[in-house]
């Protein structure tokens, strides 16, 4: 076993051979979007993403499926297979199998595998003083999806927010092994605080992030500003306010945005300093444009986050 329940990371690794490592992982969670494809679309590449973020290449998967069948019609459950099915198709992934419940509340995810050499394996705890951080997708998903629950975004909205989230992570996570890369993780329900406070805890490092180059979603601080801020935000903020200092320019707001919880949200890869300029041209070269150094790994043992 080469990453399992000994440190929280983001899939499970165990070596089968000396160049091959099996990776898993699992994830699903209730509708975030009314469209029943979309939604399947959705949760597939939340799913994938773990074995992206690991430096892994997908390969099976299985479907898991909670419907309430007695309240809803099995077309709606057809189309979220087939968003589903459509993605995994995107990623060179095999649907291999998966299990159904009877449930009043519906749920869809996916049980991943994917590959990777033993000696390849990027994990959140690898962190080294120096690196910086780049981040490839915007923040304040949550606050936005909030916001279309409440009937306050337009169509244009809606579409940018669906398609950032079913963008895969594969192009990422290929172009980042060309890179001097030393940890990665994906950024989703715990926020970006949540997840940087994952890689720096028991690192020995601290972090430092720069507010002013943090890509987020123009509406979602108007909408932040406005009260569409998600419970699990407050939940993210509760459990990690203590590991962060924020600086005097770092409005409460804004605050909210960094503990957002993000649905399949970007990659937070960490990357030695004199690769990052070339790593952050080719994301943007390969139309990853939100893709932007965010901050820096300072030497610190006492494991904090500062936001400035």
Same mark, same amino acid.
């Not at 160049?19 to 959705?42: K, L, R």
């Not at 198709?89 to 990777?116: P, Q, R």
């Not at 600086?247 to 004199?274: H, N």
């Given at each position: ?75 709606? =459950? ?60 915007? =923040? ?169």
């Amino acid at each position: 076993m080469l990453v399992g329940l000994d440190r929280a990371d983001d899939a499970g690794v165990y070596k089968i051979t000396d160049d091959i490592a099996m990776i898993q992982t699992v994830d699903f969670f209730t509708p975030v979007v009314d469209d029943p494809y979309w939604f399947g679309q959705i949760a597939a590449a939340n799913a994938l993403s773990d074995i992206y973020a690991m430096g892994g290449i997908p390969k099976t998967a299985m479907n898991l499926v909670a419907f309430p069948r007695k309240q809803m019609d099995l077309s709606v =459950l057809r189309h979220i297979i087939q968003g589903g099915l459509d993605k995994l198709k995107e990623a060179g992934v095999v649907l291999v199998g998966g299990h159904s419940v009877e449930d009043n509340e519906l749920k869809y995810g996916l049980s991943v595998t994917g590959f990777i050499h033993p000696e390849q394996v990027l994990t959140k705890k690898s962190l080294q003083t120096g690196n910086l951080l780049i981040l490839t997708k915007p =923040l304040g998903i949550g606050i936005i999806n909030t916001a279309i629950k409440g009937g306050m975004a337009g169509r244009e909205l809606i579409d940018t927010a669906t398609r950032l989230m079913t963008e895969l992570n594969r192009t990422a996570a290929e172009i980042m092994m060309d890179y001097p890369v030393h940890a990665c993780t994906d950024i989703t329900g715990f926020g970006l605080l949540g997840h940087v406070a994952e890689m720096v805890a028991d690192s020995g490092t601290s972090v430092q992030l720069f507010s002013d180059r943090i890509p987020v979603l123009p509406e979602a601080r108007n909408f932040a500003s406005m009260g569409f801020v998600p419970g699990g935000a407050y939940e993210n903020r509760k459990f990690r306010q203590a590991m962060v200092d924020f600086g005097p320019a770092v409005d409460r707001i804004f605050q909210d945005i960094l503990f957002d919880p993000q649905t399949s949200g970007g990659l937070l890869i960490c990357v030695e300093e004199s690769g990052a300029p070339g790593l952050l041209d080719t994301l943007k070269k390969n139309s990853l444009n939100y893709s932007a150094i965010i901050g820096e790994v300072v030497s610190d043992p006492c494991e904090k986050i500062t936001v400035i």
